[in-house]
Structure formats: C-alpha cells, structure tokens
C-alpha cells in the first residue's frame, strides 16, 4: 500500500494575525523557530478598536524591535486619567481622582500607558514578521479544520483562491480572537469553556465610538463664535476634546473619552453604557449619538466670554465617525489555556472589561512568555534522546500568566468600580474619602500612581507546576528596566540605551542571559573568568561571554580605558536620558525614574539569570549558586526544573 504524502511541515502553526499572533511570530522568527501564521484577513483590519497600552505592553513591543515607531507612528502618552464626578456633561469638571501615567516609575523605563492606533501596531509588527526568513504569513487563509495525533497538529485551510490546503506542526496557537475558529469549532466540543471570572460579575454591553477630528477654521467656518475672541483653530480642537482621559463616573450612564493615536491624527475615542431596556445597536445610531455624545461637544457661550449667550457646538461637519458599534465587555477567562498541542492566547483564552487597557497587553504577555517555552519544547536537544516535556512547560506558563492576569485584572476591577458606582450614598462616602485621602501628600502621590502602586509583578511558586524559575534564588520576580549608557569599549557611541536593548541584543544566542554588576571594573576580568563556565553547565542554555557588565561605583562609572572584550556598561540618569533626542523623542521625561531599581529589586546580588520574557530565572552571590541555576536551566531544556 502506496503511503499518504507528508503535509507541509512546520514547527509551530499561528491562528490569527492580531496584535497576539503578529508578536508571537515575530518573537519566534527572531528565535529561529520556523512558524507560519494563517490570516483570514487580506489587509490589516483598519477599524480602532484597542486604543490603550500599558508599560508592559510597550516594552514587549520594544521587544520587537519597534520601539521607534511607537512615540512617531503609533500612539502617544496616554497622561493622566481623571476620574469625574456628577451628573452633567462637562469635560473641564475638576475629578475628584487623577492617575498621573505620565511618569517613569512603574519598573520599565517607560510611561505608564500610551493611548495607540491598534492597526499601526499591527502593520510594524507584520513589517517584522516579514523581516524574518523562519516566520510566514499567509493572509487570506481560513482555517477550516484541525485534528492532532501523538506528534503533530494538522491544520486544513482555504487559501484566497479557494484552494484547501494542509500543514502540520507540533503546536499550534489559536490567537484568533475570542469568536476565532481554534476555541469555537476545535477546543470547545473538547470541554473548554470561557467562564465568567470569579473576582468580579461584571457584563454589560457598551457603545465605542471612534470620531476622526479635523479643526475649523475662519475661511471654513466664518460665523464660528470663538474666531472674534482671538482662538486659533487649533485651540478651538483642544478646547472641545481635551488631552488625558477621562472616567466619566456619571451614575445615569458612566462613559469614557479621550484621544488615541498620534497628536496629528486628532483621533478621539468615547465609549458609553447601554441601560438596561436599551438596545446596543439603536444606541449606537447616529440619532443617539447625537443624544449621547454630541452634549459632551455643546459647551456654554459663557465660557469664552460672558457676552455669548447661546450654546457654541463643534461644527459637527468636522467630525468623521470611523467606528460606532456595540460590544459586549466582560471579564471572562477560559478554564484550560492548552490542550495538549493546542494553545490559546490573547482573546482567544481571556478578554476583559475596558476599564484598565489591558486586552491588547495581556495579550502581548502570553506572547512573551509562550514564545521562549514553544522554542525549547519544539527542539530536540543535541545530547539526550528525551523530548522537553511540553506538557510542564505548558502548565507553568498558564500558572504564571495566571497570576499575572488577576493582578491586571485588579486594576481593571478598580477602574470600573470609581467609574459605575450609582448608589447615592456610596458615592458620597467615596468622594468624601478620596478628598480625605488627598489632603495628605504622600497618600495623594499614592493614588496617582495607579496600577503601580503595588510594584512590579512577582510570581509565586507552586512546587510541581512547571514554573520556570529558582524561588529559593530569588527568581519569580519582572526584571527592571533601567538606562544605560558603554564605557570604555572602542567603537561604541555613546548614547543612552535601555537595558533591555543590550541584555537581550540581537547579536546574542543564548537563549537565556545573564547580567553582572560590578562595584569596581578591576573585578571584570575575574568575573568574566568565572561566568565562563556558565555554557557548559547549563548545556548552552546561558552563555558567560554573552553576559552584560553594569558597573555600580560612581568613581569607576566614567572609565576613560579601552576595554578590549565584552561590553561593560554604567547606569544612566534621567536627565541623561531626557537630553537624548533620540531615544526620548515623543515622550515625556523620566519623572520618578529609580536607576538603581534593577539593583534593589535584584536583592542587591551580583548575578541575575533572565528569561527571555524578562523574568528572573535566579539571582546568585556565588560559584556555587551560579551552578546551581546553570544546572536547573540544563534541566529546563527539557521542560523541568
């Protein structure tokens, strides 16, 4: 009997080319794990719809290797969220709560959230994908089909032209969206489901209204009232849709608002409850619309001058509605997010409320952390016959992520709850408190801190569970970002640069590193030395000529020698930072940046082992411990520790 020919065969197949799927392919493209990304789309969807990302969010996709489209392509700082109170249609109201997210003290090196255009996003990320030889997309690709035996996934699909098509992989990741074919049609009738979170109820169904602005002016709009008391255009435009963003905490319909995307794009968001009795779809009809929304844009003449009496409107014919469409928001998660070789991520396993900006980012973080785990178990190692055991690997990282998504959604949960509150007395005991609680500065700059007030995410250890780290050495923690800035190494300019950009360089093929802080550079060389036996022990898991130098004595920090191996690198400050045109063009400055946070929340230990997600493997004082971790990282080539 004649054989069944092979299939086309890669190592991992990705359902669905979102902002999930793009990194995920990018990430593993630039690992070298040959992947191929099946689109139904033919053109990146143009349509707005997540318009907020946190720090961590971008920092992955500085991980990407775009930073610099994010601050001239892709969005701006998001500045501050002001909570307002009362049941009227004023954006100028005072809040009773601000969120500064302006500042650089979450642990990144970043601002506390950018508000974006999703579909640039996208379009750097698939310009990426691109880049690499290991990574395909193919768009206009419909999954029609998926079964699994013991070794592989086999994905049928149907191309643009109608062709079906087969490939297999031994993964396959359905970041195809919470209604994506992976969870409905294949995972679903396997017994996972999307449940309801347990920590909060809340489901209701929104409007989300996206309004393309363009400005007014005298030649355009003569008999516009402003013109004879002197504003320009584009004062007029920021009078009208203001910058930051706002919780309208409205107990008759909360809505939130504010700008997205680039300052030259004059994008504006508003998103609105649907009441109960209300239908989502009238409601988000232009006559609504207008009975809605368009208060928000009619302010009082008396506000520009007290000799206008009548209300003064934005001409409303420089308005374009890009998007006006209703959503159901809930918080919801699956109860497995992989089944044996099927993986879901993004919104594909969770989705949550809008009230936090962390849909596109949770997302970003599956990816992150997924990425490097799909690199071990789809490779056999060289010196054992063992396969990794992707089964651990998989549950550790749903343990870990798990963790990680209560701690989003937490924040999510406050937001929504200052925002929907509608009892009466419970709002005025909230007000009350929060004036209370501001009187005392140091408990105000607590509340502003927002999401961040409780410091970067360390995960907790469940022995038996596949999670990838050393408790015992202290791992389990978000590694901080800080600046930095060579020294004394021949060729190197001297800008500033993120740590990220020189611990996890391109260049470098270890996939895990290590960074060494020095307190005198006369230990460099013994240190190096010492970090050499790093390769072996861990099975080239780590790699010591690999590691990056940080050099903490403020004496030796400006090193006028050549040193002729390695690069060796010295803290940098804020206002360094602020005065590289470059690297801080877009963005504020570094308000409340720490510099020597990577230290303190390392325990102040001279080795730091890092995943490539930027997690602490382990932290080490010694041989023995640098051994130790080198060790359990030879093991975790195998999916264990």
Same mark, same amino acid.
Request: hydrophobic fraction near 35%.
């Given at each position: 009997?004649?054989?069944?020919?092979?299939?086309?065969?890669?190592?991992?197949?990705?359902? =669905?080319? =979102?902002?999930?799927?793009?990194?995920?392919?990018?990430?593993?493209?630039?690992?070298?794990?040959?992947?191929?990304?099946?689109?139904?789309?033919?053109?990146?969807?143009?349509?707005?719809?997540?318009?907020?990302?946190?720090?961590?969010?971008?920092?992955?996709?500085?991980?990407?290797?775009?930073?610099?489209?994010?601050?001239?392509?892709?969005?701006?700082?998001?500045? %501050?969220?002001?909570?307002?109170? =009362?049941?009227?249609?004023?954006?100028?109201?005072?809040?009773?709560?601000?969120?500064?997210?302006?500042?650089?003290?979450?642990?990144?090196?970043?601002?506390?959230?950018?508000?974006?255009?999703?579909?640039?996003?996208?379009?750097?990320?698939?310009?990426?994908?691109? %880049?690499?030889?290991?990574?395909?997309?193919?768009?206009?690709?419909?999954?029609?089909?998926?079964?699994?035996?013991?070794?592989?996934?086999?994905?049928?699909?149907?191309?643009?032209?109608?062709?079906?098509?087969?490939?297999?992989?031994?993964?396959?990741?359905?970041?195809?969206?919470?209604?994506?074919?992976?969870?409905?049609?294949?995972?679903?009738?396997?017994?996972?489901?999307?449940?309801?979170?347990?920590?909060?109820?809340?489901?209701?169904?929104?409007?989300?209204? %996206?309004?393309?602005?363009?400005?007014?002016?005298?030649?355009?709009?003569?008999?516009?009232?402003?013109?004879?008391?002197?504003?320009?255009?584009?004062?007029?435009?920021?009078?009208? *849709?203001?910058?930051? *963003?706002?919780?309208?905490?409205?107990?008759?319909?909360?809505?939130?608002?504010?700008?997205?995307?680039?300052?030259?794009?004059?994008?504006?968001?508003?998103?609105?409850?649907?009441?109960?009795?209300?239908?989502?779809?009238?409601?988000?009809?232009?006559?609504?619309?207008?009975?809605?929304?368009?208060?928000?844009?009619?302010?009082?003449?008396?506000?520009?001058?007290?000799?206008?009496?009548?209300?003064?409107?934005?001409?409303?014919?420089?308005?374009?509605?890009?998007?006006?469409?209703?959503?159901? *928001?809930?918080?919801?998660?699956? %109860?497995?997010?992989?089944?044996?070789?099927?993986?879901?991520?993004?919104?594909?396993?969770?989705?949550?409320?809008?009230?936090?900006?962390?849909?596109?980012?949770?997302?970003?973080?599956?990816?992150?952390?997924?990425?490097?785990?799909? &690199?071990?178990?789809?490779?056999? $190692?060289?010196?054992?016959?063992?396969?990794?055991?992707?089964?651990?690997?998989?549950?550790?990282?749903y343990l870990e992520r798990k963790q990680q998504l209560d701690k989003s959604l937490g924040s999510t949960i406050e937001n929504g709850r200052y925002l929907t509150k509608s009892n009466p007395i419970t709002i005025f005991m909230r007000d009350w408190y929060l004036w209370g609680l501001q009187l005392v500065p140091s408990w105000k700059r607590w509340l502003e801190q927002g999401n961040r007030r409780e410091g970067m995410v360390k995960y907790q250890w469940q022995a038996g569970k596949g999670m990838a780290f050393l408790p015992e050495l202290g791992g389990g923690g978000n590694f901080p970002q800080v600046y930095c800035m060579s020294i004394g190494h021949a060729g190197m300019s001297n800008r500033v640069e993120f740590t990220d950009d020189v611990i996890f360089s391109s260049e470098k093929q270890g996939l895990f590193q290590i960074v060494a802080f020095l307190d005198s550079l006369s230990t460099l060389d013994a240190t190096r030395n010492l970090l050499s036996l790093l390769g072996d022990a861990s099975r080239g898991?780590?790699?010591?000529?690999?590691?990056?130098?940080? &050099?903490?004595?403020?004496?030796?920090?400006?090193?006028?020698?050549?040193?002729?191996?390695?690069? &060796?690198?010295?803290?940098?400050?804020?206002?360094?930072?602020?005065?590289?045109?470059?690297?801080?063009?877009?963005?504020?400055?570094?308000?409340?940046?720490?510099?020597?946070?990577?230290?303190?929340?390392?325990?102040?230990?001279?080795?730091?082992?890092?995943? $490539?997600?930027?997690? &602490?493997?382990?932290?080490?004082?010694?041989?023995?411990?640098?051994?130790?971790?080198?060790?359990?990282?030879?093991?975790?080539?195998?999916?264990?520790?």
């Amino acid at each position: 009997m004649a054989s069944l020919p092979v299939p086309e065969t890669t190592d991992i197949i990705i359902c =669905g080319c =979102g902002p999930t799927g793009a990194m995920l392919s990018t990430l593993l493209g630039r690992y070298s794990v040959s992947n191929v990304v099946l689109e139904r789309d033919k053109i990146v969807n143009s349509d707005p719809r997540g318009i907020a990302l946190d720090e961590d969010g971008i920092r992955q996709l500085q991980a990407c290797g775009i930073y610099d489209k994010i601050f001239s392509d892709i969005g701006q700082c998001m500045g %501050n969220f002001r909570f307002v109170g =009362g049941v009227h249609h004023d954006l100028s109201t005072k809040p009773f709560m601000v969120m500064d997210y302006n500042t650089t003290e979450g642990g990144t090196g970043h601002v506390g959230f950018i508000c974006h255009k999703q579909p640039a996003i996208e379009k750097h990320l698939r310009s990426k994908i691109n %880049n690499y030889s290991h990574s395909d997309l193919r768009l206009g690709s419909s999954v029609t089909s998926i079964r699994e035996d013991a070794n592989w996934v086999y994905v049928t699909y149907q191309e643009a032209s109608g062709k079906q098509r087969e490939i297999r992989a031994k993964f396959l990741v359905g970041a195809d969206g919470k209604t994506g074919f992976t969870r409905k049609n294949y995972l679903e009738p396997l017994g996972i489901s999307m449940d309801m979170v347990s920590a909060t109820s809340y489901q209701e169904t929104w409007v989300a209204l %996206n309004w393309k602005i363009s400005l007014p002016t005298p030649e355009t709009h003569p008999n516009f009232p402003l013109w004879k008391y002197g504003y320009s255009p584009q004062q007029v435009y920021d009078s009208f *849709f203001p910058t930051d *963003f706002r919780f309208l905490c409205n107990p008759t319909r909360p809505a939130v608002c504010g700008r997205f995307g680039m300052q030259a794009d004059r994008l504006w968001r508003f998103e609105f409850v649907v009441l109960p009795g209300e239908d989502g779809t009238v409601m988000s009809s232009p006559e609504k619309i207008r009975e809605v929304v368009f208060p928000y844009i009619t302010h009082p003449g008396r506000r520009y001058n007290s000799q206008i009496s009548q209300d003064i409107q934005y001409p409303t014919d420089c308005i374009e509605v890009l998007r006006s469409r209703p959503f159901n *928001f809930s918080a919801r998660s699956c %109860n497995k997010w992989a089944r044996e070789r099927v993986i879901l991520c993004g919104d594909a396993a969770h989705v949550f409320p809008p009230f936090g900006g962390q849909g596109i980012t949770s997302g970003f973080r599956d990816a992150i952390s997924l990425a490097w785990r799909l &690199v071990i178990a789809s490779q056999q $190692p060289s010196w054992t016959n063992k396969s990794p055991d992707y089964r651990s690997l998989l549950e550790g990282w749903y343990l870990e992520r798990k963790q990680q998504l209560d701690k989003s959604l937490g924040s999510t949960i406050e937001n929504g709850r200052y925002l929907t509150k509608s009892n009466p007395i419970t709002i005025f005991m909230r007000d009350w408190y929060l004036w209370g609680l501001q009187l005392v500065p140091s408990w105000k700059r607590w509340l502003e801190q927002g999401n961040r007030r409780e410091g970067m995410v360390k995960y907790q250890w469940q022995a038996g569970k596949g999670m990838a780290f050393l408790p015992e050495l202290g791992g389990g923690g978000n590694f901080p970002q800080v600046y930095c800035m060579s020294i004394g190494h021949a060729g190197m300019s001297n800008r500033v640069e993120f740590t990220d950009d020189v611990i996890f360089s391109s260049e470098k093929q270890g996939l895990f590193q290590i960074v060494a802080f020095l307190d005198s550079l006369s230990t460099l060389d013994a240190t190096r030395n010492l970090l050499s036996l790093l390769g072996d022990a861990s099975r080239g898991a780590v790699m010591g000529e690999e590691a990056t130098f940080i &050099v903490c004595n403020a004496k030796e920090q400006r090193a006028e020698e050549t040193i002729e191996q390695g690069k &060796v690198y010295r803290l940098a400050t804020a206002d360094e930072f602020a005065a590289d045109s470059k690297i801080c063009h877009g963005r504020p400055k570094p308000l409340f940046y720490d510099a020597q946070r990577i230290r303190k929340e390392s325990g102040y230990k001279p080795f730091v082992i890092l995943r $490539p997600d930027r997690f &602490v493997f382990a932290t080490c004082e010694n041989r023995e411990e640098l051994l130790k971790a080198a060790q359990c990282l030879s093991f975790l080539l195998l999916g264990k520790i």
